[in-house]
Structure formats: structure tokens, C-alpha cells
């Protein structure tokens, strides 16, 4: 079992850690999670998160992956590799294309010699209508072609299939998109156990079911999503801007972590 002395995280607002608590006034989030635990296990352990919301697979291929490859100093290094997603939800998406970017992407992480995790994702939201099938669509040929590059290039699949249940929006912060902090716990754990460490078995246990709400609640809470997320999303896309715009990443030198 590898013992990583590094771990460079790359990608979007998940891996940033939007939604979770905040820390040094930092969004925490999987990844830290995750190093704390790493940590433990090697005194002279790094972490280094690039990850910046909003960034499109082309920008994390182009800016960030560069920088993780400068850091890299063998299969001690643990690597995380997970964009893609914003690109999904654009209305403009082409698959074809952007499946060649990802497998460029994880093709020049793997030369490195490094440790790779990629990530599929849930490919079923709550709800039905077109909206919902297009997302299952789109994100299922996603997950199809992140576990044909994870194979072609020996990378660790983290697989949505495996809890299925995450979907629940109990797991997500109130724009429905982003995890919370129970949800960020859980991917932590699942990453730690994919890897053979330590890690907690309850994330495995399934929230108990929901309460019911009425049409008239469920209703009154997807107007007031739409109002408070989905319009402004919107109308970034008009104007050609991004949630990251401006933003620079959490770490972006290796930060002794303990």
C-alpha cells in the first residue's frame, strides 16, 4: 500500500469544496478532508489544491494541469483528477470533443508516474421531464468514457455507482448542485477506503426516508430555487462570465498539511 507523501488535487467547485464548512476562510470540502487523513500516515506530507469554480474542462486542462505536473514526485504523489461537469450543463456541450480533452488531460497525469483518482458521477437527479432525462443522458455517456480513459490509463475509478443513493438532495447544498458538508464527508470516505485507508464506515449509510412534502411545498421550494440559483446562473451565461472569475486556488504551492 503506497503511503502518499503528496496530494494534488485538481478541477471545479466540487473539488474546491463548494458547499461545505469554512475554514481560514476557505470552503473545506472533500479534498481536505481527505488529506487530513493522508496526513497522518507521513510526516513530511504536502497538499496542493488547484481546483477554482466554475472552471471549464479546457481550463483545468490548460492552467492547472501544468502546475501538478511540477510537482510530482513519483507514485507517492496522489493526483485528483475531476472536470468536466460544467462543460455537461452547457448548452453548447459537444461530447465527442470533450471526451478527447479528458482523456488528453488524464493522459499527461498519468505519464507523470503519479497516483490517479477520477471520479464518475451521479447520473440520476430527483425529479422527471426532459430536463432530468438530458441530464441522465449527457452524464451517463460522461461516466462511460471516465472509466474507459480510468482504464486505458490505469487510473482509480471513484464510482457514483456505488452509492447510488448520494443522489438524494438531503446530500446537496440548498442550489441543489453542490454537496453539503455531510456530502463532502462521504465522498472523503469513499476516496479514503477506494485508497486503502482509514476510513469510516457509516459514510455507506443511507440517510432514513424523507418526510413527505405536499405539491404545494415542493412547488413553493423549486420556485424559490429557481429565483435564488438557477436565474443567476443564467445570467452569468449571458454575459460570458463565471463563478470563478477573479479567483485564485486554495493552495497552490505544496502546504505542509498536518
Same mark, same amino acid.
Given at each position: 500500500?503506497?503511503?502518499?507523501?503528496?496530494?494534488?488535487?485538481?478541477?471545479?467547485?466540487?473539488?474546491?469544496?463548494?458547499?461545505?464548512? $469554512?475554514?481560514?476562510?476557505?470552503?473545506?470540502?472533500?479534498?481536505?478532508?481527505?488529506?487530513?487523513?493522508?496526513?497522518?500516515?507521513?510526516?513530511?506530507?504536502?497538499?496542493?489544491?488547484?481546483?477554482?469554480?466554475?472552471?471549464?474542462?479546457?481550463?483545468? $486542462?490548460?492552467?492547472?494541469?501544468?502546475?501538478?505536473?511540477?510537482?510530482?514526485?513519483?507514485?507517492?504523489?496522489?493526483?485528483?483528477?475531476?472536470?468536466?461537469?460544467?462543460?455537461?450543463?452547457?448548452?453548447?456541450?459537444?461530447?465527442?470533443?470533450?471526451?478527447?480533452?479528458?482523456?488528453?488531460?488524464?493522459?499527461?497525469?498519468?505519464?507523470?508516474?503519479?497516483?490517479?483518482?477520477?471520479?464518475?458521477?451521479?447520473?440520476?437527479?430527483?425529479?422527471?421531464?426532459?430536463?432530468?432525462?438530458?441530464?441522465?443522458?449527457?452524464?451517463?455517456?460522461?461516466?462511460?468514457?471516465?472509466?474507459?480513459?480510468?482504464?486505458?490509463?490505469?487510473?482509480?475509478?471513484?464510482?457514483?455507482?456505488?452509492?447510488?443513493?448520494?443522489?438524494?438532495?438531503?446530500?446537496?447544498?440548498?442550489?441543489?448542485?453542490?454537496?453539503?458538508?455531510?456530502?463532502?464527508?462521504?465522498?472523503?470516505?469513499?476516496?479514503?477506503?477506494?485508497?486503502?485507508?482509514?476510513?469510516?464506515?457509516?459514510?455507506? $449509510?443511507?440517510?432514513?426516508?424523507?418526510?413527505?412534502?405536499?405539491?404545494?411545498?415542493?412547488?413553493?421550494?423549486?420556485?424559490?430555487?429557481?429565483?435564488?440559483?438557477?436565474?443567476?446562473? $443564467?445570467?452569468?451565461?449571458?454575459?460570458?462570465?463565471?463563478?470563478?472569475?477573479?479567483?485564485?486556488?486554495?493552495?497552490?504551492?505544496?502546504?505542509?498539511?498536518?
Amino acid at each position: 500500500m503506497t503511503t502518499f507523501t503528496r496530494f494534488i488535487a485538481l478541477g471545479d467547485s466540487m473539488t474546491e469544496g463548494m458547499c461545505d464548512e $469554512i475554514v481560514d476562510g476557505n470552503y473545506r470540502g472533500w479534498a481536505d478532508r481527505t488529506a487530513d487523513t493522508l496526513a497522518k500516515a507521513s510526516p513530511n506530507f504536502t497538499y496542493v489544491n488547484l481546483a477554482i469554480r466554475g472552471k471549464l474542462l479546457h481550463q483545468v $486542462i490548460d492552467d492547472q494541469i501544468p502546475v501538478a505536473i511540477s510537482y510530482v514526485t513519483g507514485p507517492e504523489t496522489l493526483i485528483s483528477f475531476h472536470a468536466g461537469a460544467n462543460d455537461v450543463l452547457r448548452p453548447n456541450y459537444q461530447a465527442e470533443a470533450a471526451f478527447a480533452k479528458y482523456e488528453r488531460g488524464v493522459s499527461d497525469l498519468a505519464k507523470t508516474g503519479a497516483t490517479l483518482i477520477v471520479f464518475t458521477v451521479v447520473d440520476r437527479v430527483e425529479g422527471s421531464g426532459k430536463t432530468a432525462q438530458l441530464w441522465h443522458e449527457r452524464f451517463s455517456s460522461f461516466n462511460v468514457n471516465v472509466r474507459n480513459v480510468a482504464k486505458k490509463y490505469s487510473a482509480i475509478v471513484i464510482e457514483a455507482d456505488d452509492a447510488k443513493w448520494l443522489a438524494d438532495l438531503r446530500f446537496l447544498a440548498k442550489d441543489r448542485l453542490h454537496m453539503n458538508s455531510d456530502g463532502h464527508w462521504r465522498l472523503s470516505q469513499a476516496v479514503l477506503e477506494k485508497l486503502g485507508k482509514e476510513f469510516d464506515p457509516a459514510w455507506k $449509510i443511507p440517510l432514513p426516508p424523507a418526510p413527505k412534502k405536499t405539491s404545494l411545498r415542493k412547488n413553493f421550494e423549486k420556485t424559490l430555487w429557481i429565483i435564488a440559483f438557477v436565474l443567476p446562473w $443564467i445570467w452569468r451565461r449571458l454575459r460570458g462570465k463565471s463563478s470563478g472569475d477573479g479567483r485564485s486556488a486554495k493552495f497552490v504551492t505544496p502546504k505542509a498539511w498536518k
